[in-house]
C-alpha cells in the first residue's frame, strides 16, 4: 500500500519519478507533498533570466505602430528570442524538478487561466505572463491569482478587452481618435471571467451580468494602444483608460457597483473569487484533475468547503486534496497528457537535463507546445482526448526512438522498479520480460498503460 501511496504522489500530485525521489519522500508520500506548499515558491533560477512582459510587449506594440512588415518582422525575432526559449526551459525546469507538485499547480491555474499564441501578438510574452501572474500565486489566495490575470496585458488582449468602450464614456460618446476603429464595448473578457475562471457555466448568470462585468473593466487596457505614429509612451503594461471607462453605476448578479472607476473592476473580482458557485467550479476542476474525470460529489463538497471557509487559500485548498482519500484509492485513474508524458518520460529514464530540441520536438509532434490551446478553456483533462489510436502510435513511436538512445547501463529493472512496478500487471510484466533487447523492454515499459496513465 505504501508504494502505491508513493507512486500516486510521484504521478498524480507530481511530474513522475525522477532519480532521488524515493530518497526525499523517505516513506511519507503526503509528507512529501506537504513540504512543497510555499505561501510563494521561489522563481526557478533556470526561469529567472528571461525578459519581463512588459519589455517584450514595449517592442511588439512600438513595431505595429510603424507598420504591418516591421510588426511581422519584429513577431517572428521576438518568438524566436523569447517564446521558444523559455518554453523549452520551462519543460526543462520541470524535468528536472525537486518540487513537481509545485509544477503540477502551475500547469493547473495556467491551464485554468489559459492564454493562446493563437492570438501572435500576445504569443512571446505569454511564458512571462505565467511567471508573473500564475506562479506567484498557486499556493496563495485565489483573489490575488484572479486579479494579477485580469490585469495583465496578455490576458487582456488575449480576451480583445484592450479597446473595450463603454457607449456612454468620453471616447464612445465624442468619437476619440483614439477610440476609432475600435470595437464598441466588448464582452468577451467578462463572459469569460463568469464563464471559465469563476462561477461555471452552470451557475445562471445573465447577459446582464454579463454586460455589466464589462462595462465595470471598460478601460481595462495597456499603454500599446496609442494614437498611430505615437510611440514615445508605448508600454506593454496593464494601464486604465478613463475615457474608455463607462460612467455610472453597474448592475452584476443583482447588486449594484456605484461608480468607482478602475476599483469598479477589483471589487467585483473580489466579489466573483469568494462567491460560493466559484468555490463548487474551482473545487469540481481541481477534483477532475486529481482524482477521476468523473468527480465524486462528495470530494467536490469537502475541497469547495475549504476554499469557501479560507476566502479562496489555495495552500489550504492543495492541502486539502493530499487529505482526500478518493485520491488514493485508485493508482491509475486518467491519462497522462502529451506534455505530461513527454516530462515523465525523461525523468523517468533520467534524463533530467535534456537539451532543448529533445523536448521541443515531441511536444510539437504531438500537437501540445504549452501555451497553444485551441480556446480559452484551455486544454481538456478528460482521459478520451488524449488515448485515441493514432495519439497512441504517436506516442509508442516517440518513446521507441527515445528508448533507443538510452546507455546501455540503464537496465529495464530499474526503470521498472522506479516507475510502474507498485502498479505494473502480470501481463505488462511478462511483455516486458520477453522484450527481445534492453531498450526494446525500457520502451515496452514506457508505452505501458499503466505508465501512460497517472
Known sequence: MKDIASFIALNRFGLGAAPGDAGRMAGNPRGW??????????????????RDSDSIMTEIHRARRT?????????????????TPEIATRTQVMIGSNT??????????????????????VGPAIPAYEREAIRPHVFGRFSDMLKAVCSHSCMISYLGNTGSIGPQSRAGRQGDRAAQDQSPLNETMARTILERHTLGSEAGFTAQDVTGLAQALSGWSHGGLRPDGDTRSVHGRFEFKHDFHQPGPKQVLGRTYAENGLQEGVALLDMLAHHPATARTIATKLVRHFVHDDPPSGAVDRIAAVFQRTE??????AAA?????????????????HYELVIATFRATGRTRPRAQEVMEPLHL???????A?????????????????????????????????????????????????????????????????????????????????
Not at 512543497?36 to 529567472?48: D, G, N, S, W
Not at 507598420?67 to 517564446?83: C, V
Not at 488514493?328 to 486518467?334: G, L, Q, T, V
Not at 547501463?409 to 507498485?422: F, S, W
Request: hydrophobic residues 40%.
Open 33 to 50: 507533498l506537504r513540504s512543497q506548499i510555499k505561501r510563494r515558491p521561489p522563481l526557478p533560477r533556470a526561469l529567472a533570466r528571461f
Open 321 to 337: 486534496l493530499i487529505d482526500l482519500e478518493e485520491v488514493w484509492e485508485n493508482a491509475i485513474p486518467k491519462v497522462k497528457t
Open 100 to 121: 513537481p507538485f509545485v509544477e503540477r499547480m502551475v500547469m493547473f491555474w495556467s491551464n485554468h487561466f489559459s492564454v493562446s499564441s493563437s492570438n501572435r501578438i
Open 312 to 317: 479562496g487559500d489555495l495552500a489550504a485548498v
Open 366 to 372: 504531438f500537437g501540445q507546445v504549452p501555451f497553444t
Open 374 to 454: 485551441p480556446s480559452p478553456a484551455g486544454w481538456s483533462d478528460r482521459s478520451a482526448d488524449w488515448i485515441g489510436p493514432e495519439a497512441l502510435m504517436q506516442r509508442i513511436e516517440w518513446l521507441r526512438g527515445l528508448a533507443s538512445g538510452l546507455p546501455a547501463t540503464l537496465y529495464p529493472e530499474t526503470v521498472l522498479r522506479n516507475t510502474i512496478g507498485p502498479v505494473a500487471q502480470q501481463a505488462t510484466r511478462d511483455w516486458i520480460d520477453q522484450a527481445p533487447s534492453g531498450d526494446r523492454a525500457i520502451a515496452m515499459i514506457l508505452a505501458s498503460p499503466e505508465f501512460q496513465r497517472r
Open 67 to 83: 507598420g504591418p512588415k516591421a510588426l511581422e518582422t519584429t513577431l517572428d525575432a521576438a518568438y524566436r528570442r523569447y517564446s
